[in-house]
């Protein structure tokens, strides 16, 4: 089991409510992710870290911001919730690699949070 | 464009029978493709990696084959167990950044029944 932690594992809000989804890691790892995942569709990240200070916009467009002001700790925050963010938030981390291009670091994933938007 | 297709999308097998998943790619430049296990409800856990050179790895009941020349591979399950139901997700990681970024594919959705 890895140690990365999320939360809540499951949210219920209303339409406008800011939001904010937490992520810790106790491996040390630098790099951190943030996926989305609908039923049945491939993971998409959504935004990246690698490493304090270091925040990234990933392949999907979200309306939500990350923050790394901490090693361990890497939350997402929605200003103004919708319908639309209704999805699985799954955090990951890995560990740096800077000796190669590319990478053999496994990424380790949270539980994720279930969130739904009414 | 880089992609990651599986098949077959869902899959229903009797307890302690064999299947196999298949995962073709298109990403490039390659650096290592992973099984992921992903349990309804949880994150997604590695079950191989396997790098260029690498054509079969084994890790218990899963074995995984790797043809970097057609740029597919497969995830055989032997003997499965009903704890064996989750989804299966092939992940691709490149070579062109430092990131490594991760391909995805779909996933395909395993059910055993007893």
């Known amino acids: 089991e890895a140690d990365i932690y999320q939360t809540p594992r499951y949210l219920v809000i209303g339409t406008g409510k800011k939001i904010t989804l937490e992520c810790s890691q106790t491996?040390?790892?630098?790099?951190m992710y943030w996926y989305q995942q609908d039923p049945g569709m491939e993971l998409h990240l959504i935004h990246y870290?690698?490493?304090?200070?270091?925040?990234e916009k990933g392949d999907l467009s979200s309306e939500s911001t990350v923050s790394r002001i901490r090693t361990e700790h890497f939350p997402l925050t929605l200003e103004s919730a919708r319908p639309s963010h209704t999805s699985q938030y799954l955090c990951?981390?890995?560990?740096?690699?800077?000796?190669?291009?590319?990478?053999?670091?496994?990424?380790?994933f949270g539980p994720g949070t279930r969130l739904t938007v009414l | 464009k880089n992609q990651v297709e599986q098949s077959p999308q869902s899959l229903i097998i009797l307890e302690g029978k064999n299947c196999t998943l298949q995962?073709?790619?298109?990403?490039?430049?390659?650096?290592?493709l992973r099984w992921y296990k992903q349990d309804t409800g949880r994150g997604p856990v590695s079950l191989t990696i396997?790098?260029?050179?690498?054509n079969t790895k084994s890790n218990g009941r899963y074995t995984a084959t790797l043809d970097a020349d057609t740029k597919q591979s497969s995830l055989h399950i032997t003997a499965s167990q009903l704890s064996d139901s989750a989804s299966y997700i092939c992940?691709?990681?490149?070579?062109?950044?430092?990131?490594?970024?991760?391909?995805f594919g779909r996933g395909t959705q395993l059910t055993v029944w007893p």
């Open positions: 990951a981390s890995s560990e740096w690699n800077s000796g190669s291009s590319g990478s053999n670091n496994e990424q380790f």
């Open positions: 491996m040390g790892h630098d790099k």
């Open positions: 870290s690698y490493g304090v200070n270091s925040t």
């Open positions: 995962c073709n790619y298109t990403v490039s430049p390659f650096s290592n």
């Open positions: 396997m790098t260029f050179s690498e």
């Open positions: 992940v691709v990681s490149d070579r062109g950044s430092t990131l490594g970024r991760l391909y």
